[in-house]
Antibody, heavy 119, light 107 residues
Framework: EVQLVESGGDLVQPGGSLKLSCAAS????????MGWVRRAPGKGLEWVAN????????YYVDAVKGRFTISRDNANSVLYLQMGSLRAEDTAVYYC????????????WGQGTRVTVSS | DIQLTQSPSFLSASVGDRVTISCRAS??????LTWYQQNPGKAPKVLIY???TLQSGVPSRFSGSRSGTEFTLTISSLQPEDFATYYC?????????FGQGTRLEIK
């Protein structure tokens, strides 16, 4: 059974940093592209970042470029999202996702971890 | 960036109704479109991928179709568990983008 378990969400002040983790199991992690998707309170879903199976390519939404870094540890089946220069608009539930390709879509989702940026 | 315009934003319907939700892409995305269902406090669930392929385990009352850059999700006979929020997603090009969502509520 595929499991994605996020952790690291917290209350952080504007300008602060936070690192999210996603422990993956039940599938061959190093074969899969992975990603992060978020949902802000009262808003819709927003794709944040994707990473190639070997970590050699990374993709970001413009809103987080230069502030967030996606990475992975294939030896331990863990996905990360390092978040910096946090803003109030980064407040959201962050979901770890597997990116199936082809066909191209997010097939498995974690339950999410909540990040709140507030003073 | 590819924009997805989802309509309606809000839909009120009754159990047993047939409903359709539309998602229009701002440019050609082939069939790289997925439909998700999200319930409050839960992770999104895949319903349809490749515009019209039913995800394993999803009831057959859900279906998807494509006509050019216009995509449609149809629920043939609403069940109580279908009242949720629905999103479309395009994976043709980065940045990947979602529609703004359709909230389906009980009339």
């Amino acid at each position: 059974e595929v499991q994605l378990v996020e952790s690291g969400g917290d209350l952080v002040q504007p300008g602060g940093s936070l690192k999210l983790s996603c422990a993956a199991s039940g599938f061959t992690f190093h074969y899969y592209y992975m990603g992060w998707v978020r949902r802000a309170p009262g808003k819709g879903l927003e794709w944040v970042a994707n990473i190639r199976h070997d970590g050699s390519e990374k993709y970001y939404v413009d809103a987080v470029k230069g502030r967030f870094t996606i990475s992975r540890d294939n030896a331990n089946s863990v996905l990360y999202l390092q978040m910096g220069s946090l803003r109030a608009e980064d407040t959201a539930v962050y979901y770890c996702v597997t990116y199936k390709r082809p066909p191209y879509y997010f097939d498995y989702w974690g339950q999410g971890t909540r990040v709140t940026v507030s003073s | 960036d590819i924009q997805l315009t989802q309509s309606p934003s809000f839909l009120s319907a009754s159990v047993g109704d047939r409903v359709t939700i539309s998602c229009r892409a701002s440019q050609d995305i082939n069939s790289y479109l997925t439909w998700y269902q999200q319930n409050p406090g839960k992770a999104p669930k895949v319903l349809i991928y490749d515009a019209s392929t039913l995800q394993s385990g999803v009831p057959s009352r859900f279906s998807g179709s494509r006509s050019g850059t216009e995509f449609t999700l149809t629920i043939s006979s609403l069940q109580p568990e279908d009242f949720a929020t629905y999103y479309c997603l395009q994976c043709k090009d980065y940045p990947l983008t979602f529609g703004q969502g359709t909230r389906l509520e009980i009339k």
